[in-house]
């Protein structure tokens, strides 16, 4: 892996700050498979991370509240997730001393980094979808029929 350009250059300025996915795919930290950013990445992207971090950019909710917004996530894929984000540090998990137990979820200051920008990516494909689903069209339209008993992947 080179070393960074600023490494090389002892009188070069350090970057202000953490350096980007496009720097760090170019130095290929990413690439690497015992890389550990991978993990968090896959935590970040997932479709239940990205739903979940967009939901709690609102501000804190109960599990039950987060399950109903978050339409189609199981019990156990909620929990599994929330943990996950909990984890890397993006998540808060609040229990007030009530009975019964009353537990919150909200961001950190990294989650609130991290979910302004899953939730702009997560705009963005909801601005373009016109624009995806007309090239899904077309593809479909372009494509051989199947022979009788075989299903094509979509």
Known sequence: MPPHPSATNQSAKAPAGPLSLSEHMQRGALFAV??????????VTSRWGVLLL???????????????????VSEKMLAQTLRWLEADGFVLRDVKATVPPHVEYRLTPLG?????????????????????MAVRQAREAALPAEPAGVHRIR
């Open 34 to 43: 015992d890389c550990p950013s991978r993990e968090v990445l896959q935590h």
């Open 54 to 72: 967009v939901a709690l950019m609102g501000g804190s909710h109960r599990f039950s509240d987060l399950r109903r917004k978050v339409g189609g």
């Open 112 to 132: 609130r980094e991290v979910g302004e920008r899953v939730q702009a990516l997560a705009d963005w494909i909801e601005c373009a979808m016109p624009q995806i």
